[in-house]
Every structure is written in structure tokens, then in C-alpha cells.
């Protein structure tokens, strides 16, 4: 009877043995299956509720740095402005200031963080896919950022006397903001060769959002106008400081939360590739 020698496995794939030689030797060898791949959702979820959990205790101290700063530039602001359309440009930017304090800072010195100190090696061996670790970190710190961004919007409309009857777009504003500002916090953090570099980043980039988000357009040079042109959170500024008018341009709202939602998929993309290269280093 001849002996059958097993054949080696690779790490992706089952080869099936040899089939026996010799007279009366009928057996089949049958590929042992293969674990079945982990989809987004799923994995989506877990990675999400996991950050949330772990990011809860750290994260909501500065949760309320992030929201007292944005109300002492509000109050700050007050003695130069009256009212009017700067006056909504001010109440806008500094509300989306928060999202871009947990969403852009944070979230670049997280992943600055985790790949200094090998914690991407831990992911990688997770039978999950890059874009669920990525979306899943920036979902859970973009939550953070809902209480902040929803009291300093309010206190906003009443300390410049602002109507409050359009703040519900705010269901809008925060995940687009949050999707787009997450995925460039998540795109410095990676890219950075350092977590000292990555931690400039991102506070290099909370810093143009607030001069450039704060400050009324129309106060702002010609080039630095450019530049708020490129920033993410420009046009959730936009959308929001127009809602705060009597009769709000529902069509301009749409058209920048749109470019907004645009901003944040490319952003994501850029930030899951920006995973996927430093994993594999």
C-alpha cells in the first residue's frame, strides 16, 4: 500500500493531497474549508463599540476643554461683533470648532500613538477590514463631539440672540463635519513618520479651523479665503451658519452638505489606504 504524505498548507489557501496510487486505493482527500472573511458591518460595529468603551473615560475631560474653549471665543467675539451675518459665522465656526478639537486633533494623535507603539501589529491580526478599524475609531470619537457641538450652538443663538428654529440640521452637520475632519485626523496620524509630528498635525489643523471657521469670510485676505476654501469643515460651517437666517436657503444648505459628505468619503478613503500602508511596515 503506498503512504500518503501530506502536502504543506499555505497561510491563504488549502492545497488537496495527492490521491493515493496503487490497486484498490479509492479515497477522496476533501480541502479543509476555509474561515469565512468578516464583513464590514459586523466588524464596523465592533471595532466602534471597542474605541467607545476604551476612549469614554480618556476622552470626555477633553470633551469639556474642547466645549468651554469654543464658548470663551463666543463670548470673546461678542464685544466685536453685534450681529448679522457675522454674528452667524461666529455661532457656525465655533460650534464646529469641537468636532474639529475630537474628530481632527485627537484622533490624529491617537493613530500617531498606536502606530509608534506597534498597536497597528494588534489590528492586523484581526480578521477584520482596514476601512472598519478606520471608521470605527472615527465614528467613536466623532460621538464625543454631539453634546459639545449641540450646547455650544446653543448658547451661540442665545448669546447673539439668534433664532434656534433650524439648530435640528445639526443632525446633519455633525456626522458630515465629523466623517470628513475624522478621516484627515486619521490621514495625519498614519502618514506621520512620528507621533510628535502627528500631534503637530493635528493641532496645526484645529488651528486653521478655528481662524478660518471663526472668523467671518469677508474679514479674511484673498489667499486665506483659498485656504478656508480647502479646509473640510468649511462648508458645515456654511451649511449651518445659513440655517441660523429667517428664511434659510434650503438648496445652498443642501450643496454644501453635499460637498461636505464628498470631503468626508475622500477623506476616509485617503485615511483607510494611510492604514493599510503602515500596517504592512
Do not use: K
Request: include cysteine; aromatic fraction near 8%.
Amino acid at each position: 500500500m503506498t503512504s500518503i504524505i501530506p502536502a504543506r498548507t499555505a497561510p491563504s489557501r488549502v492545497r488537496p493531497l495527492p490521491r493515493p496510487s496503487g490497486p484498490g486505493s479509492a479515497a477522496r482527500t476533501v480541502p479543509a474549508p476555509l474561515a469565512p472573511r468578516a464583513r464590514l458591518l459586523p466588524s464596523l460595529a465592533a471595532v466602534y463599540r471597542a474605541q467607545l468603551s476604551r476612549a469614554r473615560v480618556a476622552r470626555i475631560p477633553l470633551l469639556f476643554v474642547a466645549t468651554f474653549q469654543s464658548v470663551g471665543i463666543m463670548v470673546l467675539m461678542r464685544g466685536v461683533v453685534d450681529g448679522g451675518a457675522e454674528a452667524r459665522a461666529v455661532v457656525a465656526g465655533s460650534s464646529v470648532l469641537v468636532v474639529a478639537f475630537v474628530a481632527l486633533n485627537l484622533l490624529a494623535q491617537y493613530f500617531g500613538q498606536l502606530r509608534a507603539g506597534g498597536g497597528l501589529d494588534h489590528y492586523a491580526t484581526l480578521p477584520v477590514p482596514p476601512a472598519a478599524v478606520v471608521l470605527g475609531a472615527a465614528g467613536a470619537y466623532a460621538s464625543f463631539t454631539v453634546p459639545g457641538t449641540v450646547f455650544t450652538a446653543i448658547t451661540g443663538s442665545v448669546l447673539f440672540q439668534l433664532p434656534m428654529t433650524h439648530l435640528w440640521i445639526l443632525v446633519a452637520v455633525i456626522p458630515l463635519s465629523g466623517a470628513a475632519l475624522a478621516g484627515l485626523g486619521a490621514a495625519l496620524g498614519l502618514l506621520a513618520p512620528r507621533p510628535e509630528l502627528a500631534t503637530l498635525l493635528g493641532q496645526l489643523g484645529m488651528s486653521a479651523a478655528l481662524l478660518l471657521g471663526v472668523l467671518p469670510a469677508d474679514r479674511l485676505p484673498g489667499p486665506v479665503g483659498w485656504a478656508r476654501d480647502l479646509l473640510p469643515s468649511t462648508y458645515g460651517v456654511e451649511a449651518l451658519a445659513r440655517s441660523f437666517d429667517d428664511r434659510p436657503d434650503w438648496g445652498m444648505i443642501g450643496f454644501f452638505l453635499a460637498i461636505c459628505a464628498v470631503v468626508g468619503v475622500l477623506s476616509l478613503a485617503v485615511a483607510t489606504w494611510a492604514y493599510r500602508r503602515a500596517a504592512v511596515r
